[in-house]
Antibody, heavy 121, light 108 residues
Framework: EVQLVESGGGLVQPGGSLRLSCAAS????????MTWVRQAPGKGLEWVSG????????YYVDSVKGRFTISRDNSKNTLYLQVTSLRAEDTAVYYC??????????????WGQGTMVTVSS | EIVLTQSPGTLSLSPGERATLSCRAS???????LAWYQQKPGQAPRLLIY???SRATGIPDRFSGSGSGTDFSLTISRLEPEDFAVYYC?????????FGQGTKLEIK
């Protein structure tokens, strides 16, 4: 079964950092763009960042530009999101999702179970 | 940025009834790059429809999508108990990709 498993979330103080990981299995990871989507408690979905299949192109929503960095290691079938300068409003479940194409502006056909990031002092 | 507005916010229906959910975009969505997702409490979203009207793998044919330009809809022809959930539309035709605020489909 195609699977995405996130890890790396937790409780962090404002201004702190975390690295989220997403391990992919049972599909050709290097052929598809990947994305991070977050959901604040009780709220809707927000697309945060995407990276092309090759890793050569990335996109960020304005609210995280300069603070979050997306990357991927196609040899390890793993997607990452380095989150820094965290704010209370970054508190959310962070989902990784597989794009249905090699470009990150696409429908997301496989989702992980999510990892919770809580920013609080 | 394209803003997606979903209506109604909450829809109360009974099993066996027909549900129609709306998603309106602030600008025309190119090439009908519009998707629909279902999310149940405590679970990740699940892709139902992409390209405005194509069902994703394994999605029952009671789910159908339609529309173009700025007006799109998701129809569930005959509600099953497992269909009660929150539904989101998403556009991916222009950057940044955006989601609607969701429609909660609840049991009447």
């Amino acid at each position: 079964e195609v699977q995405l498993v996130e890890s790396g979330g937790g409780l962090v103080q404002p201004g702190g950092s975390l690295r989220l990981s997403c391990a992919a299995s049972r599909f050709t990871f290097s052929s598809y763009a990947m994305t991070w989507v977050r959901q604040a408690p009780g709220k809707g979905l927000e697309w945060v960042s995407g990276i092309s299949a090759s890793g050569g192109s990335a996109y960020y929503v304005d609210s995280v530009k300069g603070r979050f960095t997306i990357s991927r290691d196609n040899s390890k079938n793993t997607l990452y999101l380095q989150v820094t300068s965290l704010r209370a409003e970054d508190t959310a479940v962070y989902y990784c999702a597989k794009s249905s194409s090699d470009w990150y502006f696409a429908a997301f056909d496989i989702w992980g179970q999510g990892t919770m990031v809580t920013v609080s002092s | 940025e394209i803003v997606l507005t979903q209506s109604p916010g909450t829809l109360s229906l009974s099993p066996g009834e027909r549900a129609t959910l709306s998603c309106r975009a602030s600008q025309s969505i190119s090439s009908s790059y519009l998707a629909w997702y279902q999310q149940k409490p405590g679970q990740a979203p699940r892709l139902l429809i992409y390209g405005a009207s194509s069902r994703a793998t394994g999605i029952p044919d009671r789910f159908s999508g339609s529309g173009s330009g700025t007006d799109f809809s998701l129809t569930i022809s005959r509600l099953e108990p497992e269909d009660f959930a929150v539904y989101y539309c998403q556009q991916y035709g222009s950057s940044p990709g955006t989601f609607g605020q969701g429609t909660k489909l609840e049991i009447k």
